[in-house]
């Protein structure tokens, strides 16, 4: 987003008056420090599950974590796209993508191994579930979304906090990578013939990931021989 359009956002966001201006931007860093460490919160139980399950022979069922924290910019403009107030509780309000885990496993049958792990823990609240694995978009994206919250205990309170887990395979994120770079949100919608293209390396790449179980289940049987 252009640094004037920021501006511009930020002006409607902020109060004139300069101390209250100042006070509402403090506000603002608070709210943001509270989603990061949201965000810390989730990686950490993710990284439990991993040391756990490895040490009893699942062999990482994760192969990697990455996090992101949507930027300032970012979220007012998704507020104003999506024809919300511009404030602070607006953003705690209806935005549930401040804070995003992406969880890479390796295995398909991994992905729900771990989403069910983490929704039984008893501190944390799922709120959505999107399986685009049993339910594909339409282009092809594959992916398991969750919207959680998550207790994150402050100085001198406890805050549920939003987080969105997407867990996939290492081939799932490949096809979204280069699919997001390509073309998501671009608008192309007369080249059909594409999205064709883009939903049959979707569906080659969804054989592969079930041919792989297959392997695995094959080598574990030859081992246990
Ligand atoms: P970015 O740049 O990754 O942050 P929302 O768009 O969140 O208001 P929606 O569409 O109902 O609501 O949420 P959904 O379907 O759970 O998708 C949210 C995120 O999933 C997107 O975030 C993408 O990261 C990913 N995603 C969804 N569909 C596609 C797709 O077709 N291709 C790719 N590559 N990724 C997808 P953002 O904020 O849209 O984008």
Redesign the pocket.
Known sequence: MSDERTSVLMKELLPEDPVERDKMLDELDILLMRYESALREIRTKFEILNDELSLLGHQNPIASISSRRKTTAGILE?LKR?GFPLSLESIEENL??VA?IRIICSFMDDIYKVARMLAQQDDIKVLTV?D?IANP?P?G?R?Y?MIVEVPVFFSNEKRPMKV?V?IRTIAMDFW??L??RMR??KDIKEADEIMEELKECAENIAETDAQMMIIREKIRQIQEQ
Do not use: F, L, V, W
């Open positions: 998704k999506q549930t993508d995003g999107k685009y978009k282009n994206y992916s979304h969105e997407q979204a990578n699919e997001h998501y949100k």
